[in-house]
C-alpha cells in the first residue's frame, strides 16, 4: 500500500509568509488545492523547501494539522522529520498524533558528520518508534555527509523503512542502489533535472521543486516514465530543463517562491538567512514564465 502511495510525483511544498513573516495559510490553502488539480500524487511538507528550520515547533504543527485537513485523504502527506540529534527526533515523533500522516521524510543528520554506522544507528532508532514508514533523504550538498549505496541497502532491510530520496547526483551511487535493491525499496528522485534519467533506471517517481512551478507537466512526464513511455516523458523533461535550472540559480526555495508569486499564488517572502534572489535571475525567471 505504501509503494503505491509513494508513486509518482510528490512536491516539497514550500511554507507562505505574509509580509510580516507570519506563515499565510490563505495562500497555503491555495497551494494546496493548486497541487492536487494538476495531478500532484503527494504532499511533503516541512522539508528543506519548506524552511523548516526557520519554523518553531507549535508553527510546525499547525502546518501539519493544517495540511492534513485541507488534503482531506484527497493524497498522501509526507511530513519532515529530522535532524541531528536522534535523541530530539525520536522525542517529537513521539509526541505527534500520526493521523492522517502517510510517511515521514527524514534527512541525513547533518553538521555532526556521523560515519556511516552512526547513519545506520540513526536511521534505526527512528524507525523503531516510528507508526509510519520512514523515507531515508539523502541530500549531501547540504548535510555535508553521503548516505552510500551499501548504507542504504543496509537500511533497506529495516521492515519500517521504505524508501530513499536520494539527492546525491551521484549516477553511479544511484544505480548500484537500483541494481541491488529489495523489491519493495523505492528509490525516488530528489533532484528534478535527474528524475527522467533515473527514472529510466527504475526509481519510482520524485519528490520536486519545479512540480511546485509545473505541477501538471511533471506528472506527466513522471507517469509517461511509470508507463514506460520515455519518449514522449522525454520531451516533457526537457521542456522544464530551463525553469528547473532557473529555479535553482540563485538559492532553493528562493527561486521556486519567485514562481509562485509571479503565478499571484503566494507573497514573495522569506524568512532569514534566506533572501530573495538577484535581480538577473528574477528576470530570467520571469521570461521563462
Do not use: W
Request: net charge neutral; aromatic share 8%; with cysteine.
Amino acid at each position: 500500500m505504501i509503494k503505491q502511495k509513494l508513486t509518482g510525483t510528490g512536491v516539497a511544498t514550500v511554507t507562505p509568509f505574509k509580509d510580516d513573516k507570519t506563515v499565510d495559510f490563505d495562500a497555503y490553502s491555495k497551494l494546496i488545492e493548486y497541487y492536487i488539480n494538476n495531478g500532484v500524487n503527494y504532499i511533503v511538507v516541512l522539508g528543506t523547501t519548506g524552511e523548516s528550520a526557520t519554523l518553531n515547533n507549535q508553527e510546525k504543527n499547525d502546518l501539519i494539522d493544517f495540511t492534513i485537513s485541507k488534503v482531506d485523504s484527497r493524497i498522501p502527506v509526507v511530513v519532515g522529520y529530522g535532524g541531528n540529534d536522534t535523541n530530539s527526533v525520536i522525542e517529537q515523533i513521539k509526541n505527534r498524533n500520526f493521523k492522517g500522516i502517510d510517511a515521514i521524510l527524514s534527512v541525513c543528520p547533518y553538521y555532526n558528520k556521523p560515519n556511516q554506522r552512526g547513519i545506520i544507528e540513526h536511521y534505526k532508532a527512528i524507525a523503531d518508534i516510528s507508526s509510519v514508514p520512514v523515507i531515508i533523504y539523502n541530500v549531501p550538498g547540504r548535510t555535508g555527509v553521503n548516505i552510500s549505496a551499501e548504507t542504504t541497502l543496509e537500511l533497506a532491510k529495516h521492515k519500517n523503512i521504505v524508501a530513499v530520496k536520494e539527492a546525491s547526483g551521484n549516477l553511479a551511487q544511484i544505480m548500484k542502489i537500483l541494481q541491488h535493491k529489495p523489491d519493495d525499496f523505492m528509490l525516488i528522485s530528489g533532484d528534478d533535472a535527474l528524475t527522467y534519467p533515473m527514472m529510466t533506471m527504475g526509481a519510482s517517481g520524485v519528490i520536486s521543486v519545479v512540480g511546485m512551478a509545473e505541477p501538471k507537466k511533471m506528472s506527466d512526464m513522471v507517469r509517461l516514465c511509470l508507463e514506460g513511455k520515455y519518449d514522449e516523458a522525454k520531451k516533457l523533461h526537457f521542456e522544464l530543463l530551463d525553469i528547473t535550472e532557473a529555479i535553482f540559480q540563485d538559492g532553493s526555495p528562493a527561486g521556486i517562491k519567485a514562481v509562485l508569486s509571479l503565478k499571484n499564488l503566494i507573497k514573495y517572502n522569506l524568512r532569514l538567512p534566506l533572501v530573495k534572489v538577484n535581480d538577473k535571475t528574477f528576470e530570467f525567471i520571469k521570461s521563462l514564465l
